[in-house]
């Protein structure tokens, strides 16, 4: 595990979206470095940055036409390396979003593919081996190549998926996960990855990391295969680079090689309880101050999972990413602030997405580049009330997406401003974890309270103890198992100690040092 992992707050950029610099409507490399003491300020210590290499954004990105460069309108490979310079400047790390699934249709190596002739790259793709074979199972995509064959998609149209192999081939075309072609295209993956290490990012958060071997068991364990060769690879000549997977499956991604993996947003499970569970037509989640859900809901499958890895890896909790609804659409402020509270200081890296800290909102807007309902939750930074709310000097119509025009979108200066805003819960709740080792450590979680049709809740980690009435009605906790009182470190709400009880008033928090 690389050492500065142990203390990692990460805060999630959309660059696009985030700070444009030059005044051309796009977020940019140089917009980012503006913003760098403003990410430090807010307690994160680290960023995820989402796709930044060249494309033709049919996918926002994810769909990558050369690895090794970076896309022209957020500047140039030398920009890139200057932001990860002034990153490292401020103690702070940086990583890039690697997508190994697949490539741009535009990619040189697919159109090596394509052709007729046989090349290097030639199987660097799925292919069958005759227009007429259809894949079962799979999507693809035929009638657009020179050569006689079909060729298989990993998600989207734009999106031809890379050649990692299949577990068990039973087709002809089908090549195993040891075949020579198979392993350039590790090898390739490689060499991607050392180039922008070399260049200093610090790891990696991997795009659909469980997607490489096709027809893989349900172990997965062609594709684990490849990323324990990677992390070998990393162990020796990277050992401080991180990797962070899009799996949601942490019992099988850290033991494939992965220091991280999120919890995701996937519908009815336990991170979609937490604040984004909407049951006819109401939000029926954890977190909302008039669901009857109890946090056992989530803690079922949450410690499952938890308890397999804690020793070996971070299972990571997110305000939300780029492919999720942003919890503002579903809860409150004070529902908010109780929200993270709780996911600040649970085990694990916390994951802020941009502007979650502020509390923006989801606007529904039409698809742009291949986002889909996703599209409202990449809006551009709030930062405050000047034209375009400080994001860009371009006009509206020149914006990558519209801003929130509304009289009361929040705003960076503005929460700065209200000592009672969500921006400074999220602040005081960041520095708590920073400067306590407790919330740190990754292995200490126990839970010291939670009972069916009960909202409020208790856990422990390490000498703190954190009790939450998500609540509108005020609660009492008493129980032998609770800690006789200590030192209340922050709280949100009412929460008081006496006579060997937790009196907790409405929707409140607190943290005791005991």
Known sequence: MPKWLKDAVFYEIYPQSFKDSNGDGIGDFNGIIEKLDYIKGLGCNAIWMNPCYDSPFRDAGYDVRDYKKTAARYGSNEDLVNLFEEVHKRDMHILLDLVPGHTSEEHEWFRQSQKVEQNEYSERYI??????????????????????????????????????????PVETWQKSVSDPACIATREALKDIMRFWLDQGCDGFRVDMADSL?????????????????????????????????????PYLAIPAGFHMDFCLDWTGNCYNLLMRNVEDGKNNSIFSKDSDRSILDFLGEYMESYEKIKKEGHYCLITGNHDTIRAAHFLDERELKLAYAFLFTMPGNPF????????????????????????????????????NHGFSAAMQDALYLPVDTR??????????KDADSL??????????????NALRENDNLS????????????????????????????????????PQGGEKLYEIGSVTYQEEKYNMGPQSFAIWKI
């Open 213 to 249: 071997v096709k027809n893989d068991d349900e172990k997965k364990s062609g594709t684990s295969m490849i990323w324990k060769d990677v992390r070998n690879m990393l162990d020796e000549s990277y050992p401080e680079a991180a990797l962070v997977s899009e799996w949601n499956r």
């Open 352 to 387: 802020i997405y941009y502007g979650d800290e502020i509390g923006m909102r989801y606007l529904p807007l039409a698809t742009k580049e291949g986002g889909y309902v996703r599209t409202g939750s990449r809006t551009p930074m709030q930062w405050d009330d000047t034209k």
């Open 127 to 168: 292919w069958t081996n005759d227009w007429f074979q259809s894949p079962k199972g799979m999507n693809y995509v035929a009638g657009e190549s020179e050569r006689n064959g079909v060729y298989v998609l990993n998600f989207f149209k734009c999106q031809p998926a890379l050649n990692y192999g299949f577990l068990n």
């Open 447 to 482: 839970v010291v309270y939670a009972k069916e049709k009960e909202r409020c809740f208790a856990y422990r980690r390490g000498d703190l103890f954190m009790c939450v009435n998500p609540s509108g009605e005020e609660a009492v906790l008493s129980a032998k198992a609770l």
């Open 423 to 436: 921006l400074h819960v999220v602040k005081d709740v960041l520095a708590i974890r920073n400067s306590e």
């Open 407 to 416: 009289e009361d979108a929040p705003t960076v200066s503005g929460q700065e």
